[in-house]
C-alpha cells in the first residue's frame, strides 16, 4: 500500500514568512510523529499525535511552531515568523497505535529560510 | 529527558568484514530501541529493533543487543557489503518520545 507522503518536497520561504508542511500517514495509522533533522544530526522529536489530539508536544522548539490533526488522518505542521535557523528537513513518520510499535517514514520536506 | 550518544559517527570497513556500532542512554524509562538505515537524501528505515524484554535480537546478517543494567545497545553487521554502506541511526523511546543519536556514517569498501 501507499506509504507516508508529505507536501512539499522542498519549500524555499523568506524570513518571517508563514509555512505550512503536510504529512499524508499511512492508511489506518493512529499515531503520527514529526521530526526536525538538521544536517548531520539524528531526528529531533517535535510533537506525538495519537488520533487527533497531540498527545507529546513537549519537542516543539517556541510557540512559533504549531500542529494540528483535525481528522486524525492527515496532520499540518505551521511554523509562523520563520527564521533561518528554521532551516532543515521536516519528517514524518506514522505507526499503528504508537508505542513499541514500528515508524515509518515519509520522505521529508526540506525547508529553507532565506 | 532521554538522551542518546552514539559512536562511532564514521566507520569504514572492507566488504566481508563486521561492523559494529554502539550507543548509550539515560533514561531507564526507554523500553524499545530501533535502529534506521538511510541512504542519502532518502527516508529513515527501520532494520531491526529490540524491546527492553529481550537481550539480543538477530535478523540475517544483522542483530542488536542490550544491555539494560548499563543503558547500552549495539548494532552487529557481519559479511558487509557495499549496499550496507549509509548512515546509521540509533533511538530510544517507548512512550511518546523518541530519541535518535547523532548517526554513523558506515562506508563499506570493495
Known amino acids: 500500500g501507499a506509504g507516508v507522503s508529505q507536501t512539499p518536497s522542498n519549500k524555499v520561504t523568506e524570513k518571517g514568512k508563514y509555512v505550512e508542511l503536510r504529512c499524508d500517514p499511512i492508511s489506518g495509522h493512529t499515531a503520527l510523529y514529526w521530526y526536525r533533522q538538521s544536517l548531520g544530526q539524528g531526528p529531533e522529536f517535535l510533537i506525538y499525535f495519537q488520533g487527533t489530539g497531540a498527545a507529546d508536544d513537549s519537542g516543539l522548539p517556541n510557540d512559533r511552531f504549531f500542529a494540528v490533526r483535525p481528522e486524525g488522518s492527515v496532520s499540518t505542521l505551521k511554523i509562523q515568523r520563520t527564521e533561518r535557523g528554521d532551516s532543515a528537513v521536516y519528517l514524518c513518520a506514522s505507526s499503528l497505535t504508537g508505542g513499541l510499535n514500528e515508524q515509518f517514514f515519509g520522505p521529508g520536506t526540506r525547508l529553507t529560510v532565506l | 529527558g532521554e538522551n542518546v550518544e552514539q559512536h562511532p559517527s564514521t566507520l569504514s570497513v572492507q566488504e566481508g568484514d563486521s561492523a559494529v556500532i554502539k550507543c548509550t542512554y539515560s533514561?531507564?524509562?526507554?523500553?524499545?530501541f530501533p535502529w534506521y538505515k538511510q541512504e542519502l537524501g532518502k527516508r529513515p528505515q527501520l532494520i531491526i529493533d529490540?524491546?527492553?524484554?529481550?537481550g539480543e535480537k538477530k535478523d540475517q546478517r544483522i542483530a542488536v543487543t542490550l544491555n539494560k543494567t548499563a543503558k547500552h545497545f549495539s548494532l552487529h553487521i557481519t559479511e558487509t557489503q557495499p549496499e550496507d554502506s549509509a548512515v546509521y541511526f540509533c533511538a530510544a523511546g517507548g512512550g511518546n518520545q523518541f530519541y535518535f543519536g547523532t548517526g554513523t556514517s558506515l562506508t563499506v569498501i570493495p
Open positions: 533514561d531507564s524509562a526507554s523500553n524499545y
Open positions: 529490540i524491546r527492553s524484554n529481550v
